[in-house]
């Protein structure tokens, strides 16, 4: 099983900065992709950020410009975002596309961190 912990969420004005990390641990074997899910009060969650490990990496169109996806391994992701808006207010959750000896490629999720952006 592999186990996602989220961290660096919080409150923050308008136009404010935060870095959110995730740290995968566990039993591992390959991580393919590990991506960045928001979820906002009343609505879906949906994807933010994904970084391959090809290294290539996708946004959201509302995120592009402004956050930035990142893995410093293969088991750490980190989510930088810039000028925050209030529409960014949500609950951030770490994804891990990776092999499972068992079942084969399954998604791990973490707990979530809050981001808050308000003035």
């Known amino acids: 099983q592999v186990q996602l912990v989220e961290s660096g969420g919080g409150l923050v004005q308008p136009g404010g900065s935060l870095r959110l990390s995730c740290a995968a641990s566990g039993i591992i074997f390959e991580i393919a992709d590990m991506s960045w899910y928001r979820q906002a009060p009343g609505k879906q969650r949906e994807l933010v950020a994904t970084?391959?490990?090809?290294?290539?990496t996708n946004y959201a169109d509302s995120v592009k410009g402004r956050f930035t996806i990142s893995r410093d391994n293969a088991k750490n992701a980190y989510l930088q975002m810039s000028s925050l808006k209030p529409d960014d207010t949500a609950i951030y959750y770490c994804?891990?596309?990776?092999?499972?000896?068992?079942?084969?490629?399954?998604?791990?999720w973490g707990q979530g961190t809050q981001v808050t952006v308000s003035s």
């Open positions: 994804n891990a596309h990776h092999w499972d000896r068992g079942t084969g490629w399954v998604d791990s």
């Open positions: 970084r391959r490990s090809s290294g290539s």
